[in-house]
């Protein structure tokens, strides 16, 4: 079966580190994706994993264990922009996998 | 920059009416894909396709069928919309590769009364 897990919701003061975790089981992983999506807007694009290890893009990190199926992303220097959902995806040979997302909520 | 073009934000539609949504990229990507967005379930995945004239059927077909006569335009078809067909819809185009991130539409809210 598929299945891919996040938290629900997160709450995040400015300024401040946050990690939103990912789990997944799926029959087959060629790699994963996480976007970040505003209310009412379109999924954007933030980083792809596909190796073990930590992938450093400016505040935003991504992180992968494909031994424990488990990945993670890492905001730093939290920004009120910053307030969105994060969407974890797996990549299931011709298609993608997505989790139901994680709410963030970033406080002044 | 990619730029992934849903024809309408907002459409109001009846019971059993037949419904086109279209999608246009402009990027010139192989891969487009029609996903509905619901609270507490997430992004799933109704049809995709590869090239022209080519569908595959995703998580979610039944109800749904889709077109591509071009390859920058993917249009999803409601035969006969039902009221459980009320959600946010999302296009996506992305390039050939397991790799290459999907570009996604603003999203249409289609309501069914």
């Known amino acids: 079966g598929q299945n891919i897990d996040q938290p629900t919701e997160m709450t995040a003061t400015e300024g401040a580190i946050v990690q939103i975790n990912c789990t997944y089981q799926t029959s087959g992983f060629n790699g994963l994706f996480w976007y970040q999506q505003h209310a009412g807007e379109a999924p954007t694009f933030l980083s792809y994993?596909?190796?073990?290890g930590l992938e450093e893009k400016g505040r935003f990190s991504s992180f992968l264990s494909r031994s424990k199926g488990y990945s993670y992303l890492l905001l730093k220097e939290l920004q009120m922009k910053d307030s969105a959902s994060y969407l974890c995806?797996?990549?299931?040979?011709?298609?993608?996998?997505f989790g139901t997302g994680t709410r963030l909520q970033v406080f002044p | 920059d990619v730029k992934v073009t849903q024809s309408s934000r907002y459409l109001v539609k009846r019971t059993g009416e037949k419904v086109f949504l279209e999608c246009v990229q402009d990027m010139d990507h192989e891969n487009m894909f029609w996903y509905r967005q619901d609270p507490g379930l997430g992004l799933r995945l109704i049809y995709f396709?590869?090239?022209?004239?080519?569908?595959e059927k995703g998580d979610i077909p039944e109800g749904y069928s889709v077109s591509r006569e071009k390859k920058e335009r993917f249009s999803l078809i409601l035969e006969s919309a039902s009221t459980n067909q009320t959600s946010m819809y999302l296009c996506a185009s992305s390039a050939w590769g397991r790799d290459q991130p999907q570009h996604f539409g603003d999203g249409t809210r289609l309501s069914i009364l």
């Open positions: 995806a797996v990549t299931n040979t011709d298609k993608l996998i």
């Open positions: 994993n596909v190796l073990d």
């Open positions: 396709s590869y090239d022209v004239k080519m569908k």
